[in-house]
């Protein structure tokens, strides 16, 4: 088997693999913190946080939902790194946004953070200031979920088929699942372009 076969193959038996229920319950969380007025709050580090600004413009395009990433501000995010430590970064950014029992934080991981590891120490003390206030947290997480996974809501693990490629599924698949939310009837509000093009 060639290395395209197998890599999408392997892309396939995630795809097998993905906890539906836990999609609809992430769904719920989300329709129900619009309803409600709250805010969605986007964290990732890497290339998760690239997957979360592009996921912020589909919230609040698609979804007419208030939605923000803290690594969009490089210029707070750097002054912050630089004068009070990466660790703290997306906590103290939160506590600025006054974030309440309405919002949600929605995570995106590879790992879903690990102190033990040290490893997205950031998203950790985020995901435990979050809990602190009552918001509640969405997880699409690779590996065993991390911490992300011991106290989320909702959380979508990517299914590790491959130790090798871990990264690259989890990040991808990132993609494919906040696309699944944006798409959902539960959500959607606005009609794509290319959709709506006849």
């Known amino acids: 088997m060639s290395f395209v076969d197998s890599y999408l ?4 038996q995630i795809l097998d693999g993905l906890d539906r229920g836990a999609v609809e319950h992430a769904v719920e969380i989300l329709a ?34 208030e939605a923000y990433a803290p690594t969009d501000n490089v210029s707070e995010l750097t002054a912050r790194t630089n004068d009070e430590g990466w660790q703290t970064v997306f906590e103290k950014w939160l506590g600025t946004s ?10 995106f991981s590879v790992g879903g953070g690990n102190l033990e590891k040290q490893v997205s120490a950031n ?24 911490h992300t996974a011991k106290v989320a809501d909702a959380c979508i ?16 698949f990132q993609a494919v ?22």
């Open 32 to 65: 129900s913190t619009r309803e409600r007025g709250g805010r969605l709050f986007i964290l990732g580090v890497g290339g998760s946080a690239a997957n979360a600004s592009h996921a912020v413009n589909d919230f609040r395009k698609i979804c007419g939902l």
């Open 9 to 12: 193959a392997e892309a396939k």
């Open 157 to 172: 693990l990517i299914p590790t088929v491959n130790p090798v490629h871990v990264t690259p599924h989890a990040e991808a």
């Open 123 to 146: 998203l950790v003390r985020a995901l435990d200031f979050a809990r602190g206030v009552g918001a509640r947290v969405v997880g699409i997480v690779g590996r065993d979920g991390g």
């Open 177 to 198: 699942v906040w696309h699944l939310f944006v798409s959902h009837p539960r959500l959607k509000q606005a009609e794509t372009k290319w959709e709506s093009v006849r």
């Open 98 to 107: 006054r974030l309440t029992p309405a919002d949600t934080l929605l995570v």
